[in-house]
């Protein structure tokens, strides 16, 4: 494939996503993202205190969800289980996939539309650990006793969520098929908790995806026109 090709490939998968960021970023600039910025910041500051002797602990209290803690308990702390980072894995990472896949979908979507996206992601991860536990390790689905005792996974499961339903919103189908490939290989391959609560987020993010097709459809035919040529990147019509 000659260079040419390549370009029109890359505009075709990204152009109506780089659209819509660019010009929320070239009308707001570091305005755009406050709310990414924010996570950012929060992460960096669990991972700091939870490295200390005095702060492991209350960052746990605060953010720490496993799969036998009481529905009430584990709900109070899932919204910020979202920026506590997982323990045996680079915080830099974290920090980059949150900084990158946040800030695209903010500016994409816009703050809450992300958050509530991010927080659906992470809240059906946490319900499936507790069916894939009622299962039991006999099935592909389910999952050892023993990983009632795992945390979560942090941003991780939002991360991907946020990456799906962007990338399927924006027509990117490439991207979108990757990220789901790429995380059942990973579950696959590592069949642990992680792996298997983002293949939970993947599908969650599918299911909204259809449903936001399926709202779209029944909308009048006008408006249904131009919110495809807004996600498309075209201008939109002037009456």
């Not at 009430?72 to 323990?87: C, E, G, K």
Request: proline letters at 6%; glycine letters at 8%.
């Amino acid at each position: 494939m000659n260079r040419a090709a390549l370009l029109r490939a890359a505009r075709t998968e990204w152009g109506p996503l780089y659209t819509a960021v660019w010009g929320t970023f070239a009308r707001k600039r570091m305005r755009a993202i406050p709310m990414t910025l924010s996570a950012v910041a929060l992460t960096a500051v669990f991972q700091i205190v939870q490295n200390q002797s005095w702060g492991f602990g209350p960052v746990q209290r605060l953010g720490s969800v496993q799969a036998q803690l009481p529905w009430w308990l584990a709900l109070l702390r899932t919204p910020l289980s979202l920026f506590v980072p997982a323990l045996d894995l680079p915080v830099w990472g974290a920090l980059a996939q949150v900084l990158i896949v946040f800030g695209l979908a903010e500016a994409a979507l816009g703050m809450w539309r992300t958050l509530a996206v991010a927080y659906v992601a992470t809240l059906v991860g946490t319900m499936y650990a507790r069916l894939a536990i009622a299962i039991g390790p006999g099935s592909v689905l389910g999952l050892p006793p023993e990983a009632a005792r795992i945390i979560d996974t942090g941003p991780s499961a939002a991360v991907v969520g946020l990456a799906v339903y962007v990338s399927w919103r924006f027509r990117a189908w490439f991207t979108c098929a990757a990220v789901a490939l790429t995380m059942v290989g990973e579950a696959l391959i590592k069949p642990n908790l992680a792996g298997k609560e983002h293949i939970a987020a993947v599908a969650a993010m599918l299911v909204m995806c259809g449903l936001d097709e399926l709202r779209r459809q029944r909308k009048p035919h006008g408006d249904a026109h131009r919110e495809r040529d807004q996600r498309s990147g075209a201008p939109a019509s002037r009456s």
